[in-house]
């Protein structure tokens, strides 16, 4: 695909947050299979630039821009326009950059999750309800008493000045300078500005990839930033970009219940504020309370950033905690979106399934026999992506070394689903697209079984499909992919993903192993991948 990227122009932030270079957000560095070009947008001229990146006719957008009302940034507005076109794009929402962290405070008040800092006992933290960078927080946004809390509504009123008049105008309020009077008359009731209980313990983020609908939450990291006195657990704007400061992954071992705990409230959030549909997920920041529990104090709707390999804002969690990592992310939202909206991805599906119907009940045998029984000992639950008429779950039975406990057999043809009999093991049976099953799926199995159906997805689904796959088996992904000759009448459909396949990073853990098969049908070129789990090393999360 072409992929164009927009992003808001980083010279123009109101802040120095670091180096420019730094903040570029390039996921093109990360994939070869698609042609990615970045357009750097700026507010006043926003509308122009995308028209004409839209007249270069891309196949996809991302959407970066992140600038609210109080900023110089593209943001709300440009990413209205760029909405109102009706283009396939996955990114930050208008909606969602009108919004302050009040209303996804009231969100989670109403659903009763996440757990949200109070709002009454000292000592008290105050800063501004929509900034970024940690934008005027100081050692004076700690407030332990009153008085404090007083004086910083004063100091901060000062400095929010210009912010309150740039949103006024924004807004078309027609007294800019009355706009702002208001707000400071208001104090520390005022909307944009958070007063909230100061959570003391230490803070931590974790990202969450939406999967269709579905979240999944990345590995936890916890800040770290450089050491100064007493303010050491506020992350001023100074100490966010400090060469010291940055993120670091907390090892399941460490501590499994905090770091089970703490993608859990991360899920809540993403869930309470839905952010699967930006077709992206969110980043959520926690504090840990002095009960242990994990409080949410920010969602930020950029998941992933794309910064440079080595850099200080490295996205270390997708490159360990992402199956297919970055690439896989790329494809991932593009998937999500078509998942969403694409009728054409429905037709194709709907010509594939009529294809299947129309073959003779004894074509299909013969095109499906394949002996999987012989590659590994399978034992307990397991699901069959594009299982066709069920000769994978006699091959299964027919091996009594395999012990299947719950078989779900999924297929997009009625007719083959329709001659399963009692014979072929299968417990469940579901008509539907292999990405769309699976992602709804979220209960873990054992096995994940494919045997020559990925041939029909294209290259984003297949790596949507292959990191959901290696996300919900506990033990062992098989694929195999059957040679486009003994596919004859499909060729218009088929792609050859054995390369994708050999080139989708896999997380540690995971092992490629060269199985022993036999009893493949006569003269048929396959090639199989099977993966194995060390399940030494996941211990027991993956239950």
């Known amino acids: 695909m072409r992929i164009c990227v927009f992003q808001s122009c980083f010279e123009e932030l109101q802040a120095s947050v670091g ?77 969602e950059r009108a919004q302050s962290k009040w209303d996804f405070f009231a969100q989670a008040k109403a659903a009763g999750s996440p757990l949200i800092p109070g709002t009454e006992i000292f000592p008290l933290f105050v800063k501004p309800a929509s900034s970024y960078g940690s934008m005027f927080i100081d050692e004076h946004s700690l407030c332990r008493n009153k008085q404090g809390l007083e004086q910083c509504i004063l100091r901060l009123n000062k400095l929010m000045r210009p912010v309150r008049l740039q949103r006024a105008q924004a807004l078309g309020h027609t007294d800019p300078e009355q706009y702002a009077d208001s707000r400071e008359e208001e104090g520390q009731d005022s909307t944009d500005i958070v007063v909230q209980e100061f959570i003391a313990g230490e803070e931590y983020s974790v990202v969450v990839i939406a999967m269709g609908e579905t979240p999944f939450p990345l590995i936890p990291q916890r800040a770290k930033y450089k050491q100064v006195g007493d303010s050491a657990r506020i992350l001023t704007l100074e100490l966010k970009f400090d060469a010291e400061s940055g993120y670091e992954l907390l ?51 950029l998941p992933v950033f794309f910064y440079p390999t080595g850099s200080q804002l490295e996205d270390t969690d997708v490159k360990h905690g992402f199956p297919g990592s970055y690439r896989a992310v790329v494809n991932t939202y593009i998937t999500n979106y078509f998942l969403e909206n694409s009728a054409l991805g429905e037709a194709r599906s709907g010509e594939l399934a009529a294809l299947f119907d129309q073959m003779p009940l004894k074509a299909r045998l013969v095109q499906e026999i394949m002996d999987i029984s012989t590659i590994a000992p399978y034992n307990g639950t397991a699901i069959d992506l594009g299982c066709g008429t069920g000769s994978g779950g006699l091959s299964l039975k027919s091996n009594p070394r395999n012990q299947i406990t719950h078989l779900v057999g999924v297929d997009i ?7 399963h009999t009692s014979e072929t093991g299968y417990n469940q049976l579901v008509q539907n697209r292999m990405e769309r099953f699976l992602a709804k799926q979220t209960v873990m199995v054992d096995h ?56 989708f990073q896999v997380q540690q853990g995971w092992s490629l192993e060269t199985p022993r098969m036999s009893g493949l049908c006569s003269e048929d070129h396959h090639t199989c991948f099977f993966f194995r789990r060390d399940m030494k090393i996941f211990g027991d999360s993956s239950s």
């Open 413 to 419: 043809s009625k007719t083959s689903l329709d001659a």
């Open 448 to 503: 994940i079984f494919c045997v020559s159906a990925l041939e029909f997805l294209s290259v984003e689904e297949l790596d949507f499909v292959l990191a959901r796959c290696f996300q919900l088996a506990r033990c062992s992904v098989t694929l195999i992919l059957k040679s486009s000759g003994s596919l004859e009448r499909f060729q218009s459909y088929i792609i050859d993903h054995s390369q994708n396949i050999r080139t």
């Open 19 to 95: 180096e420019a270079q730094e903040l570029c957000m390039n996921p093109g560095v990360f994939t070869t299979q698609h042609a990615v070009t970045h357009k750097t947008v700026h507010k006043n001229t926003a509308k122009e630039q995308i028209d004409e990146a839209v007249k270069e006719g891309y196949d996809f957008y991302l959407n970066f821009m992140w600038g609210t009302h109080d900023d110089s940034l593209a943001g709300v507005d440009a990413i209205r326009y760029l909405e109102s076109l009706n283009l396939p794009f996955a990114g930050v929402q208008s909606s």
């Open 251 to 301: 090892h399941e071992d460490e501590d499994p219940a905090l770091w089970k705990h703490l993608q859990d409230t991360a899920i809540e959030a993403f869930t309470t504020k839905k952010m699967y549909t930006n077709y992206m997920g969110c980043d959520v920041d926690m504090r840990i309370g002095q009960d242990g529990r994990a409080y949410v104090i920010e969602v930020d709707p």
